[in-house]
C-alpha cells in the first residue's frame, strides 16, 4: 500500500493516501499500545500514535483545500491484513516491537515517496517535512529498542560471538539480519 503512495495523479489523492497510511498506523499503536508490558515503550508509543493523530489532522484540511474530500476513517480491510488482527497473535514485547518496526517502514517510505514529488505547494511540502521527521524518529526509537534486546537476550538472536559483547554498533545489528537498517 505505501509504495503506491507517490504515484497518485493529483496532490490531493497523494496526501489522502498518506492520511490513510497514518490511520492504518494509529489502529496498529492502539493494539501494540494495549498489549506491551514494559511502561516506558508504551508511554512513548502513546506519544507516537499522538503524531500520527496529528499527522492526519493536519493532511485533512490541505485536502479540502485542493478541493477533494479528506480519507476520514481507516479501510476496515487494511487494518484487518496489515494492522489488529496480526499484532494481535503476536506475543512478547520485542515481536512487537519488530511488527511496529515494518509499521513505521511503510510511512517513512510513503512519506520519502510523496517528497519525492516536484509538484508540492510550498506549505503542503513543509508539513510532509515536518511529519517525516516525526516519522523518522519513531522507526530510530523502534530500532534502537530492538537493538537494545538484541544484546540483552542473546540466546534468542545473537550469533554467540556478540553474545557476551554490550557495544555492538548499528551495523552489526544490521548485519545480524533481524534489523535490516533502512539507511
Ligand atoms: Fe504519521
Ligand atoms: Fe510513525
Redesign the pocket.
Known sequence: MAKMVGKQKDVAGLLNSLIE??LD?IAAYEVAIERLDDDADQAQLGEFKG??ER?VRELQPLVTELGATPVEKADIKRVLIKGKVVLAAIVGDRLILVAMKTNEDD?NLAYDQALGRDDLPAHVRELLLR?RD??RRHLAYIEKRLAQYELTEPGEVEPPSRAQGAQASESDVAQAGEVPSTR
Do not use: I, K, Q, R
Request: net charge negative; proline share 0%.
Open positions: 497510511v497514518d498506523a503524531d500520527h499527522h510511512t511529519n516525526d516519522e
